[in-house]
């Protein structure tokens, strides 16, 4: 698979490791910074480039990294068609690919150990997308959204 990574200085060794393990495991891995280490540098320019990454590279999916990873998964979310997830136990992991069909992860490198989020990683891109016709619908409703602002039906919100 495929897999777009990035992170700011609070996640710059931790992206370099998983860079490397993602590899091993027969990823190919296209990283977007950061490429040294600034610890004042921002998170968003890194963030999006994955998600822009990820929507350009169809069956891609995007690691983005931070400290706590809620910036970084909102400034993902700015691009469109990113469907970025804040991941930090074993069922969050899994239900944003089954049920969210999220193609992005973002995780906090201060809230885990890099054994967990390896481990949170791999179940992410291991799991994939359940087709169940109510999460497809509910995906589809939040597309239409970002798309027009609003739904063709009241009734269908």
């Known amino acids: 698979m495929h897999v777009h990574i990035g992170t700011d200085h609070a ?3 931790l992206k370099n490791r998983l860079v490397a393990v993602l590899t091993e495991k027969g990823h190919e891995v296209t ?9 004042l540098d921002d998170y968003p320019p890194f963030c999006t480039a994955v998600g822009q990454g990820v929507v ?9 990294i931070g400290g706590s990873g809620n910036g970084e998964q909102i400034a993902a979310n700015k691009v469109h068609g990113v469907r970025a997830a804040l991941v930090w136990n074993e069922d969050t992991a899994r239900l944003a690919r089954e049920h969210n069909d999220a193609n992005v992860i973002s995780v906090g490198a201060r809230q885990h150990s890099e054994d967990e989020l390896v481990h949170l990683i791999d179940l992410f891109l291991a799991t994939p997308f359940s087709h169940e016709e109510r999460h497809q619908r509910r995906i589809d409703l939040v597309t239409r959204f970002e798309e027009t602002g ?3 039906d009241p009734i269908d919100a």
Do not use: K, N
Request: negative net charge; aromatic residues 12%; hydrophobic residues 25%.
């Open 11 to 13: 996640g710059f060794e």
């Open 150 to 152: 609003g739904y063709d």
């Open 31 to 39: 990283d977007h910074g950061a490429h040294s280490y600034e610890p």
């Open 56 to 64: 350009a590279d169809p069956g891609s999916l995007g690691i983005v």
